[in-house]
């Protein structure tokens, strides 16, 4: 017997780990990885810190500058795959996801603190090329914070424990599973 003998309790936990992810630092899955398509067609990824998850409306939410690369390409192409890792709970999580972008909400401005709004605003913009590694300022401001909704369509969970399991789920057939040779 395994926690992992339905397809069910891997959607739990798949969820479960979101859930504590978007809680704190104490899981990898607070930090995912967000690969998005350049304007080359060339795949680009980055770490965020994972914000939020609502797993009743199937959405995460991240945060980031207005002015960054992921924000021009999500405008693109709203599309996106979010990858985590948890070595504790031996989750791996590979979700894909179309991206809504929400700009210059003074609500959730207004609920962050001082250093939390350093992260959203530099001069130059970020990105941009510098000639010395310190020559940029901090200005935060409400309108370089950009908030990535983003919809869940499909969740795949691989769990590497004494088996290795794999299932998968997508929003179209309302979130039943299905298992993957892993
Ligand atoms: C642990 C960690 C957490 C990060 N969290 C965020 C974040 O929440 N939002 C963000 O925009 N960038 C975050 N970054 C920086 C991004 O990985 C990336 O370097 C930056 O956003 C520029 O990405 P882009 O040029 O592809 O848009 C984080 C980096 C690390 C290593």
Redesign the pocket.
Known sequence: MSDYDTTDAMLDAAWAQLDLGAQGPQTGTH?PVLA?IDPEGRP?Q????L?GADRAAGMLT????AD????R?LRDRPRASVLTWDAESRLQLRLACTVTLRENDRDVWSGLGETARQ?YGKTPP??TEIAAPLDYEITPAPGNLAILRLTVESLEVLHLGETHRRAVFSRKEDWRGRWLSP
């Open positions: 930090w998005t680009q980055r770490t965020l810190v914000r991240l945060m980031t500058d960054s690369a992921k924000v390409e992260n970020v990105g």
